[in-house]
Every structure is written in C-alpha cells, then in structure tokens.
C-alpha cells in the first residue's frame, strides 16, 4: 500500500472522501496523515474521528523555508509517499515541490489550463461558458499546471452565483479525486474524465 498524506487548510471535505475511499475494500493506497496549515481547519477533527493521525504546521509569522522544512518533517517522520493537496491554499515553492517531484497530487476548481488561480466559479461565470469543472493534477512548481491526471464537468446554469456553482461542483470534486488518487496509486497516469 502506497502512504498518502492529506493536505488541507479548511473544511476538508475533498480530503474526508480519500480517506473514506483509501479505507474501503481493495484500495492501492492508505492515509497516514492529514497536515493543516491552519490549527482552526475543520477538517482536522474529521480526520481523527476516522483515526487519522493529524499535524497542524502553521505558516504564520515565521519564512517560509522554516514552514516548509517543519512540513517536510512531519511527512516523512508519518512515512508518506504521495501527498495529496486538498483544498491547502499555500503556495508550495519549487524547492518544496522538488523534495517531492512527480509524488504531489493537487484538486483545483477549474477546467485547467483555465482559470489558474483564485475565484474560478466566477471567473467561469463570467467567461460566459456553459460548463465548468474540476481537475486533479500532477503537482510541479507553475501555480496550478502539471500533468492533467483527471477532469470532472457541471454545467452553468443561467442564475448561478459562485455559491450555487460550486455547491453543484462540490459533489464531482468528491467523485473525482478518489478516482484520480485510486489509479495513481495503482500507477496509472491515464487521464479520464467524468463526464
Ligand atoms: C475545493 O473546492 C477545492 O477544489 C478548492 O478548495 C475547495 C476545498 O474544499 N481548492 C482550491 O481552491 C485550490 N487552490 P474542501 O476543504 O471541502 O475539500
């Protein structure tokens, strides 16, 4: 079994639906740790109530190097071998991202290559297009580029706010990030979509 560590900075719930499927029958991969930057993440309890170990690693009032050094500690002392980023709104650096090269999954609420970056449910809106997405990703150090591992689609709907969209959103991310982690772990790079 391959050892995932989580990384999350909130509500955690992309994080909660890999460590229900990682604890399920017949899974490639097991959750050793879920790591937040944050000490207040929701998430973190979640975690524990499905006996998981935690680590809180805040980035506040301290470089970033030193932030970055603490968590590359904590990961390996948990044994992790693949870390999936979910919903953990730091921005890694390449030095980072290196230590852990072609090992780092991330879920970002966009159809990548487009709307990198931050408020894509309104950005998709505003774009005018008829669907939306998310995407799981192999992790290099461009912000949100890497490998396309997988691609979730809603549509927008003529009244959607960035809350009504993501809320339809939310529900594919839970779908797709358990599969992309599932054939990663196996060792498959394939991408699909879920259409
Ligand atoms: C998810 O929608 C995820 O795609 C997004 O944050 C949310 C986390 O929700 N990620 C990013 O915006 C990354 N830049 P969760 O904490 O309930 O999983």
Redesign the pocket.
Known sequence: HRAVAIL?S??????LRLVESMQGADHPARPVLVLSNRPEAK?LKHAAALGVPTAVVDHRGRPKPEFEAEMDAALRDAGAEILCL??F?RVLSADFIARWEGRILN???SLLPLFKGLDTHARAIASGMAVHG?TVHEVIADLDAGPILGQAVVPILPDDTPDTLAARL?PA?HRLYPEALRRFAAGNRARFALL
Do not use: Q, V
């Not at 909130?10 to 994080?15: A, E, H, K, L, Q």
């Open positions: 999350i909130g509500t955690g719930s992309n994080m998430g979910a919903g709104m879920i970002h609420p998310a939310l991310e």
